[in-house]
């Protein structure tokens, strides 16, 4: 997995990372990529979305290419090797937008690009400091139990 040196992951490593498929052939697979949102509602991704994300998403209409418009998203994934329709096609070739198809559900998807750090569009910590966290407030239950108990 390649990173950028301040561990943004870039169009090829998402692409890599859900056996993808770009639907135009000439896009910059060197675009980093900050963080990413999911979603099949767009008032959700509106919303809840932070500008410059990627967006997943089994929604292939024309609605979709205007809400990436509107946030200004660095590309759209559309899941489950959904193929968005002409008039989507069209108006993302027009805005440049990049489009991928990946044979995984919405879940997995997520999933696998958090896995490998991709943050969250709500900014939560990526998985290696979620975990450390988590971890670290265990040990100091751990430690608060065992000096209740008299350990």
Known sequence: MRRIKDLRMLLRDLINLLDAKALFPSIDLDKAVDNAGASDLMSDVLALTKPGSVLLTGLCSVQVIRTAEMLDLKAIVFVRDKMPDSNAMALAMEMG??????????????????????????????????????????????????????K
């Open 97 to 150: 937008l990049p489009l991928f198809t990946s044979p995984y559900p919405l879940y997995e998807a997520c999933g696998i690009l958090y896995k490998e750090g991709l943050p969250g569009a709500l900014g939560a910590s990526p998985p290696i400091e979620h975990w450390a966290k988590v971890r670290n407030q265990r040990a100091q239950c751990q430690v608060a139990l065992n000096c209740k108990k008299g």
